[in-house]
């Protein structure tokens, strides 16, 4: 629901409620389309069923008829047949919504099977030790770093430079230049072609995932909050630190005094992405 507020919102900034309309009716007409094969096909299935059961509980009577009439069999072998072909009918009955069940099932295990099977392209070696840094080493090297998306242009071609510990830097470059993608080969997102990364001295790739990402604090552009209540996303940067260091945090980041004006405080629901809070605020945690 409060994706659709949002996505309302967006709508109206830019007078396009027709087309979205538009839009929204098409999709409609699409599922009632859908509706209609997929009704169309099960009651298609059932009758199927149903003539051939009827057709085969025809047969079976005419011949229980005859059978009786040349003295073969009683009336009560009749009555027998023909409460076990119901009996039969039963189960019978429930194959078209079971089949259409297991089909979707199928469809769904096949997509989860196949999430599954999909193997991550960055290894972590085993036993990798932690990453040992603090704030007078935390030295960050790139070296010869040569890396490129799939199928795409090189991003960066031999690219060295360092960032002393303690220093603050700003990185500058039109879109596409490749600034993310620093951030993101320093979190081991992808692994570059060539070239390596070193924090205080040791390379990324033999230190520990987990570690080397817990090292890393980051605040990106799209601050994307989850659907939960402010502590949780505050307390979620590291959930093994206790909740005086998450409201020392908030303190520091001058959002306490405006936490505690709402009016279950802490427990206040952000609503999906931080809807609820004004930009400034979504960046404060």
Same mark, same amino acid.
């Given at each position: 629901?409060?994706?659709?507020?949002?996505?309302?919102?967006?709508?109206?900034?830019?007078?396009?409620?027709?087309?979205?309309?538009?839009?929204?009716?098409?999709?409609?007409?699409?599922?009632?389309?859908?509706?209609?094969?997929? &009704?169309?096909?099960?009651?298609?299935?059932?009758?199927? !069923?149903?003539?051939?059961?009827?057709?085969? =509980?025809? &047969? #079976?009577? %005419?011949?229980?008829?005859?059978?009786?009439? !040349?003295?073969?069999?009683?009336?009560?072998?009749?009555?027998?047949?023909?409460?076990?072909?119901? !009996? =039969?009918? #039963?189960? =019978?009955?429930?194959?078209?919504?079971?089949?259409?069940?297991?089909? !979707?099932? =199928?469809?769904?295990?096949?997509?989860?099977?196949?999430?599954?099977?999909?193997?991550?392209?960055?290894?972590?070696?085993?036993?990798?030790?932690?990453?040992?840094?603090?704030?007078?080493?935390?030295? #960050?090297?790139?070296?010869? %770093?040569?890396?490129?998306?799939?199928?795409?242009?090189? %991003?960066?071609?031999?690219?060295?430079?360092? %960032?002393?510990?303690g220093k603050k830097i700003g990185i500058v470059g039109g879109s596409g230049s490749g600034k993310s993608t620093m951030v993101r080969l320093l979190y081991r997102f992808f692994e570059p072609q060539a070239g390596q990364i070193r924090i205080a001295g040791q390379n990324i790739r033999d230190v520990d995932l987990a570690s080397l990402r817990r090292a890393i604090a980051i605040v990106p552009q799209d601050c994307v909050l989850f659907h939960d209540t402010m502590l949780h996303n505050l307390h979620y940067g590291d959930l093994s630190k206790p909740l005086e260091e998450v409201y020392k945090a908030?303190?520091?980041?001058?959002?306490?005094?405006?936490?505690?004006?709402?009016?279950?405080?802490?427990?206040?629901?952000?609503?999906?992405?931080?809807?609820?809070?004004?930009?400034?605020?979504?960046?404060?945690?």
């Amino acid at each position: 629901m409060n994706r659709a507020e949002n996505e309302a919102g967006n709508k109206a900034y830019f007078n396009n409620e027709k087309y979205e309309l538009a839009k929204y009716d098409e999709s409609l007409k699409k599922y009632e389309e859908a509706s209609l094969k997929t &009704a169309s096909s099960l009651a298609l299935l059932n009758f199927g !069923q149903h003539a051939i059961f009827s057709a085969g =509980l025809s &047969a #079976i009577m %005419i011949m229980a008829a005859k059978e009786i009439a !040349q003295g073969n069999m009683t009336v009560g072998d009749l009555v027998m047949v023909n409460g076990l072909v119901f !009996q =039969l009918s #039963i189960p =019978l009955g429930f194959l078209g919504s079971v089949y259409r069940e297991v089909r !979707q099932a =199928l469809i769904d295990m096949q997509t989860m099977f196949t999430l599954m099977t999909v193997q991550s392209r960055v290894k972590e070696k085993v036993s990798a030790p932690f990453l040992k840094v603090d704030a007078k080493t935390a030295t #960050i090297d790139f070296e010869d %770093i040569s890396f490129k998306y799939v199928n795409g242009k090189p %991003i960066f071609n031999k690219l060295t430079f360092s %960032i002393p510990a303690g220093k603050k830097i700003g990185i500058v470059g039109g879109s596409g230049s490749g600034k993310s993608t620093m951030v993101r080969l320093l979190y081991r997102f992808f692994e570059p072609q060539a070239g390596q990364i070193r924090i205080a001295g040791q390379n990324i790739r033999d230190v520990d995932l987990a570690s080397l990402r817990r090292a890393i604090a980051i605040v990106p552009q799209d601050c994307v909050l989850f659907h939960d209540t402010m502590l949780h996303n505050l307390h979620y940067g590291d959930l093994s630190k206790p909740l005086e260091e998450v409201y020392k945090a908030a303190q520091m980041a001058e959002l306490h005094e405006s936490v505690k004006t709402w009016p279950k405080g802490y427990d206040t629901a952000v609503g999906e992405r931080g809807l609820k809070l004004s930009g400034g605020e979504k960046q404060r945690p």
